[in-house]
């Protein structure tokens, strides 16, 4: 360690010994040169003289010593009380007793140990009581959450057993339903069977629901099968919009489709082809007051395959982006419904395209339009880690758009937009 508060004073108080001993001598040595003649008194008064030094010498030593360690002693155990501090200890106090600065300076270091001890134990309670707060509330959400999933269940079996237990009937429903359309039974008029095309679509549309609800049970329980095998994909997406025929002409849509007639995929063509169907029933579904245009992309890439859909409708807003591929979900959920469905279309198309490997991603803008970019890798994903999705997170973000796709989509919406 430097020169410390202890050895400075020792210097200083030996410098004035060491000064008062020179002005001494000095004085002796004059006495002497005034006594030269007596010799014998002369030697006397040296020897006086240096044992006068000597001790004078001494007593400055001892004394600075005393007044350092006086001094020092006090700060160095201030300095050690300090370091204890540091190191987290806060049961540290000063047992010095004295009247003068020193001792003001350890009652106040005392007090503020005191203060400070008194501030951590205020502090300690508190934590412990927010903890015990946050435990309580903790084990009061896992229970709910636990609720939450049990009635989750049992409303998933209980549509699933419903849902089977529909099926049939309506399957009889819609057979006898045709055999009276196509007077089988009997002879029926044309009111009749305007009548009975009515209670045909109906049936569809309830058969369709009732499939929905159990595909989408055997998606959330793991046990959806994919058959695989290689198809032509433009043969598909034909065959889909040659069902949406009728829809499309009467709301006089305009439908363009970019894709090369030789291009193959190897998945599971019915649930491909279903995929097409929900997403082009949307299209026809949210379209805007303006005359639908809907632009259907398919290209084939190194490694899989990039399908685009494009429409004009009304578009998502990001908060509905973030629940569109939620069960039961759907973007019109205003007091009066305008849109027919369960809301289980999207969410069965997510699992569809993730159950191949692949990904699903949207990109849209309010009243401008919606585009959906689908890949599928060209190879059947591998059984070792056969890819499921798990949609029990309700807040699961959807995949990121890369930016060469959005700049397509924005160029697509672009062309939209100015035919408005």
Same mark, same amino acid.
């Given at each position: 360690?430097?020169?410390?508060?202890?050895? =400075?004073?020792?210097?200083?108080?030996?410098?004035?010994?060491?000064?008062?001993?020179?002005?001494?001598?000095?004085?002796?040595?004059?006495?002497?040169?005034?006594?030269?003649?007596?010799?014998?008194?002369?030697?006397?008064?040296?020897?006086?003289?240096?044992?006068?030094?000597?001790?004078?010498?001494?007593?400055?030593?001892?004394?600075?010593?005393?007044?350092?360690?006086?001094?020092?002693?006090?700060?160095?155990?201030?300095?050690?009380?300090?370091?204890?501090?540091?190191?987290?200890?806060?049961?540290?106090?000063?047992?010095?007793?004295?009247?003068?600065?020193?001792?003001?300076?350890?009652?106040?270091?005392?007090?503020?140990?005191?203060?400070?001890?008194?501030?951590?134990?205020?502090?300690?309670?508190?934590?412990?009581?927010?903890? *015990?707060?946050?435990?309580?509330?903790?084990?009061?959400?896992?229970?709910?959450?636990?609720?939450?999933?049990?009635?989750?269940?049992?409303?998933?079996?209980?549509?699933?057993?419903?849902?089977?237990?529909?099926?049939?009937?309506?399957?009889?429903?819609?057979?006898?339903?045709?055999?009276?359309?196509?007077?089988?039974?009997?002879?029926?008029?044309?009111?009749?069977?305007?009548?009975?095309?009515?209670?045909?679509?109906?049936?569809?549309?309830?058969?369709?629901?009732?499939?929905?609800?159990?595909?989408?049970?055997?998606?959330?329980?793991?046990?959806?099968?994919?058959?695989?095998?290689?198809?032509?994909?433009?043969?598909?997406?034909?065959?889909?919009?040659?069902?949406?025929?009728?829809?499309?002409?009467?709301?006089?849509?305009?439908?363009?489709?970019?894709?090369?007639?030789?291009?193959?995929?190897?998945?599971?063509?019915?649930?491909?082809?279903?995929?097409?169907?929900?997403?082009?029933?949307?299209?026809?579904?949210?379209?805007?007051?303006?005359?639908?245009?809907?632009?259907?992309?398919?290209?084939?890439?190194?490694? &899989?395959?990039?399908?685009?859909?494009?429409?004009?409708?009304?578009?998502?807003?990001?908060?509905?982006?973030?629940?569109?591929?939620?069960?039961?979900?759907?973007?019109?959920?205003?007091?009066?419904?305008?849109?027919?469905?369960?809301?289980?279309?999207?969410?069965?198309?997510?699992?569809?395209?993730?159950?191949?490997?692949?990904?699903?991603?949207? &990109?849209?803008?309010?009243?401008?339009?919606?585009?959906?970019?689908?890949?599928?890798?060209? =190879?059947?994903?591998?059984?070792? *880690?056969?890819?499921?999705?798990?949609?029990?997170?309700?807040?699961?973000?959807?995949? =990121?758009?890369?930016? %060469?796709?959005?700049?397509?989509?924005?160029?697509?919406?672009? %062309?939209?937009? *100015?035919? =408005?």
């Amino acid at each position: 360690m430097s020169l410390n508060i202890k050895q =400075r004073l020792a210097s200083y108080f030996i410098t004035v010994v060491f000064l008062l001993t020179v002005s001494i001598s000095m004085v002796a040595f004059i006495e002497i040169a005034q006594h030269m003649e007596d010799l014998d008194s002369l030697f006397l008064s040296g020897i006086r003289i240096g044992l006068a030094a000597l001790i004078f010498l001494i007593i400055g030593i001892l004394g600075s010593l005393w007044v350092a360690e006086s001094f020092t002693k006090p700060l160095i155990k201030v300095k050690e009380q300090i370091q204890k501090i540091t190191w987290g200890d806060l049961d540290v106090q000063l047992d010095i007793k004295r009247k003068d600065e020193i001792g003001e300076l350890a009652k106040d270091f005392n007090d503020m140990m005191t203060t400070l001890r008194e501030y951590n134990d205020a502090v300690q309670n508190s934590q412990a009581e927010l903890e *015990n707060k946050v435990k309580a509330r903790t084990a009061e959400l896992e229970a709910a959450v636990t609720e939450l999933k049990q009635l989750d269940a049992m409303k998933d079996n209980l549509l699933s057993s419903v849902s089977h237990e529909l099926r049939t009937p309506l399957t009889s429903i819609r057979s006898y339903n045709q055999l009276l359309r196509q007077g089988m039974l009997g002879k029926v008029n044309q009111k009749q069977k305007e009548a009975l095309d009515v209670v045909l679509n109906s049936t569809d549309q309830l058969i369709d629901m009732v499939n929905n609800i159990l595909e989408s049970a055997r998606f959330e329980a793991g046990q959806a099968n994919f058959n695989y095998h290689d198809f032509n994909v433009s043969k598909v997406l034909k065959k889909v919009l040659k069902e949406f025929e009728p829809k499309l002409r009467k709301i006089r849509a305009k439908v363009t489709v970019h894709c090369q007639d030789n291009i193959m995929a190897c998945a599971d063509e019915q649930k491909i082809s279903e995929v097409f169907v929900n997403l082009i029933n949307n299209a026809i579904k949210y379209r805007s007051s303006r005359k639908l245009a809907l632009y259907i992309i398919v290209e084939n890439l190194k490694h &899989h395959l990039k399908v685009s859909i494009t429409d004009n409708g009304i578009g998502i807003s990001k908060e509905d982006l973030k629940k569109m591929f939620h069960k039961f979900y759907q973007v019109d959920q205003g007091t009066t419904r305008k849109v027919e469905g369960t809301g289980l279309g999207l969410s069965i198309v997510k699992h569809i395209i993730g159950g191949h490997g692949g990904t699903i991603s949207v &990109h849209s803008d309010p009243d401008v339009g919606t585009e959906i970019i689908i890949s599928l890798p060209h =190879r059947k994903p591998s059984a070792r *880690n056969p890819w499921m999705p798990d949609y029990s997170n309700a807040d699961a973000r959807l995949p =990121r758009v890369t930016e %060469k796709r959005k700049l397509a989509g924005r160029k697509t919406r672009k %062309k939209l937009r *100015n035919k =408005r």
